[in-house]
């Protein structure tokens, strides 16, 4: 849930806080054996951070991870033009329009703070590198692809597949020149 007293997610959650450099992150989920955590933007142009977990004021140890500009990670579901879910027995139309999902966008525009929510009405938070999508190899067409509204984090990407795919077609993210390692799955006919 958003904080109340200021719109985003919370810094601070069960006690946890987690500050790469000294900048806090968003907190979705807090576990004693997982956390689930907004990068913070203000991280970005570095090449690496440190890390470091506290639990009721007490730090733990300090880790040094690199930072990348964009790290892509797509996945389903997929939803078809209608936003119904796309499956083998529900199928896309062969050079409709469907939705998937990703992360790992970087930094967007227009900008926001670390846990601030998408805006829901344009302009729409934008990645600054380029999106592009692949269906089975050939360019598909990029319609929208954007922070998805009133979310942390969560990349919407609306993409026209080619004319002339049917089955099963491999649909696979790039932003910037980064390929996203998982490709997602959409049922065409």
């Excluded at 203000?42 to 300090?62: D, L």
């Excluded at 796309?86 to 227009?110: C, E, H, K, R």
């Amino acid at each position: 849930a958003f904080d109340p007293a200021t719109g985003k997610l919370p810094t601070t959650l069960a006690g946890v806080g987690v500050f790469f450099n000294d900048a806090p992150a968003g907190l979705f989920f807090v576990r004693r054996d997982q956390l689930n955590v907004q990068v913070p933007f203000e991280v970005a142009g570095q090449e690496r951070v440190t890390v470091r977990v506290e639990y009721q004021g007490i730090a733990s140890n300090v880790v040094e991870v690199a930072v990348r500009a964009v790290d892509p990670g797509a996945f389903a579901p997929v939803l078809n033009q209608d936003s119904s879910l796309n499956s083998a027995q529900n199928p896309a139309l062969a050079g409709s329009t469907v939705q998937f999902f990703a992360t790992g966008q970087g930094v967007v525009t227009p900008t926001l703070e670390t846990g601030q929510p998408a805006p829901s009405t344009p302009p729409f938070a934008t990645p600054r590198a380029s999106v592009r999508v692949l269906a089975n190899g050939q360019p598909a067409t990029v319609f929208f692809a954007g922070l998805t509204p009133g979310l942390v984090g969560l990349m919407q990407v609306n993409v026209t597949l080619p004319a002339g795919l049917t089955g099963e077609v491999q649909l696979e993210l790039f932003i910037g020149e980064h390929p996203s390692p998982s490709k997602v799955t959409v049922f065409v006919r």
